[in-house]
């Protein structure tokens, strides 16, 4: 019984290896889908875009509030000790004096040349630019990782051409020899398969060389560096349709300026640095403001 036991949790662990063998291979195994969604959650420069984006986002509720009409109060409590003059009384006292001091202030702008409003507007603007770059950088981010991984994809085509060519010069080679052999052939041609033999193996590992770079240049499109083993899926590709492939040029084109964050984005700041003028040339005006104490 204790035979059977111990061989069932042998097999058992065996199992369990197998599994988390098996797991941790599919792991290392990328798609191109988790690549860019990788690419897009742990990119720095990203990550700064976002921030600035927050930071635009600030810049507007600072600007709404500054067209708050503003408050400010004041308390204070002193202490008076030795010779000194009664606030109340206005006579000599050689006793303590308390004294008390309260002060409510505020203000409005009633006018200052639009400069608040136009400060507001050219937040919003601002922010609305910097979503429109956030944009285009994950676009960019993305067609980055995308050429990145088919050339990962075409250096392993190179590679498996080259191993290919490489067998059937090997087979060539056998034959080559039995011809010299049997005098059917000179044996000049046995040294021109053996050298050409020695440019595939070059050329095996050139590609090899080349495929270790692509996935170098991926790797360090997405900061790796602790992950082994690191493996691309080969994707299903499906052939586009004919209406995709025989678009009109000037579609393609209203498209894009409409589209494009890039486009949209420079519109952006080409409003705010209109209103940025205009914010400027109200400091001629002048102001009005109401306040009271």
Same mark, same amino acid.
């Given at each position: 019984?204790?035979? %059977?036991?111990?061989?069932?949790?042998?097999?058992?662990?065996?199992?369990? *290896?197998?599994?988390?063998?098996?797991?941790?291979?599919?792991? /290392?195994?990328?798609?191109?889908?988790?690549?860019?969604?990788?690419? %897009?959650?742990?990119?720095? !420069?990203?990550?700064?875009?976002?921030? /600035? =984006?927050? /930071?635009?986002?600030?810049?507007?509720?600072?600007?709404?509030?500054?067209? *708050?009409?503003?408050?400010?109060?004041?308390?204070?409590? !002193?202490?008076?000790?030795?010779?000194?003059?009664?606030?109340?009384?206005?006579?000599?006292? =050689?006793?303590?004096?308390?004294?008390?001091?309260?002060?409510? =202030?505020?203000?409005?702008?009633?006018?200052?040349?639009?400069?608040?409003?136009?400060?507001?507007?050219?937040?919003?603007?601002?922010?609305?630019?910097?979503?429109?770059?956030?944009?285009?950088? &994950?676009?960019?981010?993305?067609?980055?990782?995308?050429?990145?991984?088919?050339?990962?994809?075409?250096?392993?085509?190179?590679?498996? +051409?080259?191993?290919?060519?490489? &067998?059937?010069?090997?087979?060539?080679?056998?034959?080559?020899?039995?011809?010299?052999?049997?005098?059917?052939?000179?044996?000049?041609?046995?040294?021109?398969?053996?050298?050409?033999?020695?440019?595939?193996?070059?050329?095996?590992?050139?590609?090899?060389?080349?495929?270790?770079?692509?996935?170098?240049?991926?790797?360090?499109?997405?900061?790796?560096?602790?992950?082994?083993? *690191?493996?691309?899926?080969?994707?299903?590709?499906? +052939?586009?349709?004919?209406?995709?492939?025989?678009?009109?040029?000037?579609?393609?084109?209203?498209?894009?300026?409409?589209?494009?964050? &890039?486009?949209?984005?420079?519109?952006?700041?080409?409003?705010?640095?209109? =209103?940025?003028?205009?914010?400027?040339?109200?400091?001629?005006?002048? %102001?009005?403001? +109401?306040?009271?104490?």
């Amino acid at each position: 019984m204790k035979q %059977r036991f111990e061989h069932f949790t042998l097999k058992l662990t065996l199992i369990l *290896f197998i599994f988390v063998l098996t797991q941790s291979q599919a792991q /290392t195994t990328w798609t191109l889908q988790k690549c860019v969604d990788y690419a %897009r959650t742990n990119n720095l !420069s990203l990550q700064q875009s976002k921030l /600035t =984006t927050e /930071t635009a986002k600030i810049k507007i509720e600072q600007s709404s509030a500054s067209m *708050f009409p503003s408050l400010n109060g004041n308390a204070s409590h !002193s202490y008076n000790f030795g010779r000194t003059i009664d606030l109340f009384t206005n006579t000599f006292a =050689t006793n303590r004096v308390l004294s008390d001091n309260f002060s409510l =202030t505020g203000s409005v702008n009633v006018f200052n040349g639009f400069q608040l409003r136009n400060n507001l507007k050219q937040s919003h603007l601002d922010f609305m630019s910097s979503q429109l770059d956030v944009q285009k950088l &994950e676009n960019d981010l993305s067609m980055n990782v995308v050429s990145a991984y088919l050339q990962i994809l075409y250096a392993d085509e190179n590679l498996a +051409i080259a191993q290919k060519q490489s &067998e059937i010069t090997l087979k060539q080679l056998e034959n080559t020899k039995n011809l010299v052999e049997a005098g059917s052939i000179p044996r000049g041609n046995l040294f021109e398969i053996q050298s050409q033999i020695a440019n595939d193996e070059l050329t095996i590992v050139n590609s090899q060389n080349a495929v270790d770079m692509a996935y170098l240049g991926l790797k360090q499109l997405l900061d790796l560096d602790s992950v082994k083993d *690191f493996k691309i899926e080969k994707p299903k590709i499906d +052939i586009p349709a004919e209406n995709v492939l025989n678009t009109n040029p000037d579609e393609v084109y209203l498209t894009a300026i409409t589209k494009l964050p &890039e486009v949209r984005s420079a519109y952006l700041k080409y409003e705010s640095s209109m =209103t940025g003028l205009a914010l400027a040339t109200g400091q001629r005006y002048p %102001r009005l403001t +109401i306040s009271g104490s």
